[in-house]
């Protein structure tokens, strides 16, 4: 069963950062590209960060250019973003997502979503 499991959300003031964290199961998480995603109310789903499956590559959404750090865990089955200087402009539901070929096809698996607000 292919599972993607977020966690690390909540409520943060304006200027404080969070770690967010998706551990990965059911599936070759080593050969697969890993995203996150975030949306809020009445706004469309945005990409804000994605790392290659070997993790050697990372890019980022402009909108969280230079507060944004993605990264990945082989060993743990587990990709993280790290967020700073965080603004009421980053509140949304975040989603991990993971996407790549397997066995000739390309699959996608979202995970259910972590919450964060940012506000004082």
């Known amino acids: 069963q292919v599972q993607l499991v977020e966690s690390g959300g909540g409520l943060v003031q304006p200027g404080g950062s969070l770690r967010l964290s998706c551990v990965a199961s059911?599936?070759?998480?080593?050969?697969?590209?890993m995203n996150w995603y975030r949306q809020a109310p009445g706004k469309e789903r945005e990409l804000v960060a994605a790392?290659?499956?070997?993790?050697?590559?990372?890019n980022y959404a402009k909108t969280v250019q230079g507060r944004a750090t993605v990264s990945r865990d082989v060993a743990k089955n587990t990709v993280y973003l790290q967020l700073a200087s965080l603004k009421p402009e980053d509140t949304a539901m975040y989603y991990c997502?993971?996407?790549?070929?397997?066995?000739?096809?390309?699959?996608?698996?979202w995970g259910q979503g972590t919450q964060v607000t940012v506000s004082s």
């Open positions: 997502n993971a996407a790549g070929f397997s066995d000739g096809y390309y699959r996608t698996y």
């Open positions: 790392i290659s499956s070997s993790g050697s590559s990372a």
């Open positions: 059911g599936f070759a998480f080593s050969d697969y590209a």
